[in-house]
């Protein structure tokens, strides 16, 4: 009954013509003009007696597009399915401005999938990259922790310096009256953090515990409660106590700072976290490697529609992300062009290892053992407090979504591995601090 004519347009993308007979829309059209005589009332007929005439006079153009809309609805799948084509993303639809005598019409403009044929995965060339620890990225660890791991010890005649931790109580006024939310008791605060209004802190430098003084400041033009913005406010200050910043004078000293047990309980510790930060770094710059030569081999176009599409979900996945670490995305930002080019080469890498890791997966027969996906549950639940493991554990089983993320993520992996263990390899390692380094001049 149906009948479709392919057109390529370009690569990956098609017109397909769709061609219904004059009968099909004919016996809608009734079905779609019974149901509205039966439901419209109009002067001087009885419900549902109104000449079939009459109803099409006065209701032709709807019922026409509730038929075409009627039509769509049943045999768009069928259409689809009729062309012989797997649409990447919704086809765009198209309907003539008038329809022929002799047959219903409409087009369908279809970006497909490319279609690939896997090289053999044994003529790929990567590097495998092993990072390791040594004792200088221990070292580097522990002189980080000993400049940031600071205690403070409060001492009655200290004059307030640079550095150090206060406790007071304030109230602010705006003139002579106070103002809403300006009042604290016993709020800590350290100074040259910049936490407070500016100007605040550095007003409080040569103070002692007891003094009382008073803190004058211009809130900025920006400040979040507009009825303070660039207003003159002064404080009434008195200063409860003053601490000195105090560093650990050795390893035991931080390691008690830190609640180990012992300089050697901390430095195990240590390393065994970068241990399981150079296993991961090991891992992923490898896949990298497989993943840059595998997409390398394969020469693939895909249609604009589906790039398009690709960077709105990236763009958006783009501006989540920065939403969740506190800062926002611009239009100024968005606008870019090397913004703009940076997330096009990303969909489109992305795009290419979607198609390509499908046929990894669907050619060497990859899935998934129980015993990896109890494995990939146990990994995902590690870094909570053990007590909340097993919970956490059952939420993921009991959420079919989470599951199936975590499916997919499992066996992207997989194929990978199975990518990187056909290629052939030269080894690389590299410390820890030299593959940090890397990564960071790579971003700057």
Same mark, same amino acid.
């Given at each position: 009954?149906?009948?479709?004519?392919?057109?390529?347009?370009?690569?990956?993308?098609?017109?397909?013509?769709?061609?219904?007979?004059?009968?099909?829309?004919?016996?809608?059209?009734?079905?779609?003009?019974? $149901?509205?005589?039966?439901?419209?009332?109009?002067?001087?007929?009885?419900?549902?007696?109104?000449?079939?005439?009459?109803?099409?006079?006065?209701?032709?153009?709807?019922?026409?597009?509730?038929?075409?809309?009627?039509?769509?609805?049943?045999?768009?799948?069928?259409?689809?399915?009729?062309?012989?084509?797997?649409?990447?993303?919704?086809?765009?639809l198209s309907l003539p401005k008038v329809q022929p005598e002799e047959h219903f019409s409409f087009s369908l403009k279809v970006s497909s999938w490319p279609e690939v044929k896997l090289v053999d995965l044994s003529t790929l060339h990567i590097e495998e990259t092993e990072v390791t620890v040594d004792d200088e990225d221990v070292k580097a660890v522990l002189e980080r922790l000993h400049s940031s791991q600071?205690?403070?010890?409060?001492?009655?005649?200290?004059?307030?310096?640079?550095?150090?931790?206060?406790?007071?109580?304030?109230?602010?006024?705006?003139?002579?009256?106070?103002?809403?939310?300006? $009042?604290?008791?016993?709020?800590?605060?350290?100074?040259?953090?910049?936490?407070?209004?500016?100007?605040?802190?550095?007003?409080?430098?040569?103070?002692? %515990?007891?003094? %009382?003084?008073?803190?004058?400041?211009?809130?900025?033009?920006?400040?979040?409660?507009?009825?303070?913005?660039?207003?003159?406010?002064?404080?009434?200050?008195?200063?409860?106590?003053?601490?000195?910043?105090?560093?650990?004078?050795?390893?035991?000293?931080?390691?008690?700072?830190?609640?180990?047990?012992?300089?050697?309980?901390?430095?195990?510790?240590?390393?065994?976290?970068?241990?399981?930060?150079?296993?991961?770094?090991?891992?992923?710059?490898?896949?990298?490697?497989?993943?840059? %030569?595998?997409?390398?081999?394969?020469?693939?176009?895909?249609?604009?529609?589906?790039?398009?599409?690709?960077?709105?979900?990236?763009?958006?996945?783009?501006?989540?992300?920065?939403?969740?670490?506190?800062?926002? %995305?611009?239009?100024?930002?968005?606008?870019?062009?090397?913004?703009?080019?940076?997330?096009?080469?990303?969909?489109?890498?992305?795009?290419?290892?979607?198609?390509?890791?499908?046929?990894?997966?669907?050619?060497?027969?990859?899935?998934?053992?129980?015993?990896?996906?109890?494995?990939?549950?146990?990994?995902?639940?590690?870094?909570?407090?053990?007590?909340?493991?097993?919970?956490?554990?059952?939420?993921?089983?009991?959420?079919?979504?989470?599951?199936?993320?975590?499916?997919?993520?499992?066996?992207?992996?997989?194929?990978?591995?199975?990518?990187?263990?056909?290629?052939?390899?030269?080894?690389?390692?590299?410390?820890?601090?030299?593959?940090?380094?890397?990564?960071?001049?790579?971003?700057?």
């Amino acid at each position: 009954m149906i009948q479709t004519e392919v057109k390529k347009l370009g690569e990956n993308e098609y017109d397909v013509e769709v061609r219904l007979p004059k009968a099909e829309y004919n016996r809608v059209y009734a079905e779609e003009k019974a $149901k509205l005589a039966s439901q419209v009332k109009l002067p001087g007929f009885r419900p549902g007696k109104t000449p079939g005439h009459i109803i099409e006079k006065q209701f032709g153009s709807k019922i026409h597009e509730d038929t075409v809309s009627q039509l769509l609805q049943e045999h768009y799948v069928a259409a689809i399915e009729s062309s012989g084509l797997t649409p990447a993303i919704q086809p765009e639809l198209s309907l003539p401005k008038v329809q022929p005598e002799e047959h219903f019409s409409f087009s369908l403009k279809v970006s497909s999938w490319p279609e690939v044929k896997l090289v053999d995965l044994s003529t790929l060339h990567i590097e495998e990259t092993e990072v390791t620890v040594d004792d200088e990225d221990v070292k580097a660890v522990l002189e980080r922790l000993h400049s940031s791991q600071v205690r403070y010890e409060v001492k009655e005649d200290r004059v307030a310096e640079k550095g150090d931790q206060l406790h007071v109580d304030f109230e602010g006024f705006i003139g002579d009256e106070a103002f809403e939310g300006g $009042k604290g008791e016993n709020v800590g605060l350290v100074l040259g953090e910049g936490r407070f209004i500016p100007g605040f802190e550095e007003q409080l430098i040569g103070q002692k %515990a007891g003094d %009382a003084c008073t803190v004058e400041v211009t809130f900025p033009e920006d400040y979040q409660a507009p009825n303070l913005a660039g207003k003159d406010a002064r404080f009434e200050v008195v200063v409860k106590s003053v601490g000195e910043a105090v560093q650990a004078k050795d390893n035991e000293d931080l390691a008690k700072m830190l609640n180990f047990d012992s300089a050697e309980a901390m430095l195990q510790d240590i390393r065994k976290g970068l241990e399981k930060e150079a296993a991961q770094a090991s891992r992923r710059t490898t896949h990298e490697a497989a993943l840059t %030569a595998l997409i390398e081999a394969h020469d693939m176009t895909f249609p604009e529609g589906l790039i398009a599409e690709d960077i709105k979900a990236t763009t958006a996945r783009v501006v989540q992300n920065m939403k969740q670490q506190g800062m926002e %995305a611009t239009e100024e930002m968005l606008q870019d062009e090397a913004f703009q080019a940076e997330v096009r080469a990303r969909s489109i890498r992305g795009l290419n290892l979607s198609v390509l890791l499908q046929a990894v997966r669907k050619d060497f027969n990859i899935s998934l053992t129980d015993e990896e996906i109890d494995a990939g549950v146990d990994e995902a639940v590690a870094d909570y407090p053990e007590n909340m493991r097993d919970d956490y554990a059952r939420y993921i089983r009991d959420n079919q979504e989470q599951m199936g993320a975590l499916k997919d993520r499992l066996l992207e992996q997989k194929c990978i591995d199975y990518v990187v263990a056909q290629a052939q390899k030269k080894k690389v390692v590299k410390t820890l601090s030299a593959w940090q380094k890397e990564q960071d001049k790579a971003l700057s």
